[in-house]
């Protein structure tokens, strides 16, 4: 089982990215997927969360801005970043709660990261 996360890239402040992860892999089960951040010389930071059911959370600074979603089909987890800051600038991280076709526990998985980079 591995998450892939996509979509980084350079972004003008007030613009608009959207990243993505695939989870792959004997999957049987996907719980809570995530998005974490880490800027240069910052501790990683919950950004958004959604549970299996699409209730969704939302670190503060991020609110009314981003916006995650999932495609439980898919295994796939988005987050839709509107109005974005320079201070968004960090490498986004996925994560997700996954029970393998031949377990009886949940585990979890990170993404690789991707960079985000919010400049004029």
């Known amino acids: 089982v591995q998450l892939q996360a996509s979509g980084g890239g350079l972004v003008q402040p007030g613009g608009s990215l959207r990243v993505s992860c695939a989870a792959s892999?004997?999957?049987?089960?996907?719980?809570?997927m995530r998005w974490y951040r880490q800027a240069p010389g910052k501790q990683r930071e919950l950004v958004a969360a959604?549970?299996?059911?699409?209730?969704?959370s939302y670190v503060d600074s991020v609110k009314g801005r981003f916006t995650i979603s999932r495609d439980n089909a898919k295994n796939m987890i988005y987050l839709q970043m509107d109005s974005l800051k320079p201070e968004d600038t960090a490498v986004y991280y996925c994560?997700?709660?996954?029970?393998?076709?031949?377990?009886?526990?949940?585990?979890?998985?990170w993404g690789q990261g991707t960079n985000v980079t919010v400049s004029s």
């Open positions: 892999g004997s999957i049987r089960s996907i719980n809570d």
């Open positions: 959604i549970t299996r059911g699409g209730s969704t």
């Open positions: 994560y997700a709660d996954i029970l393998r076709s031949a377990s009886l526990r949940f585990r979890t998985y």
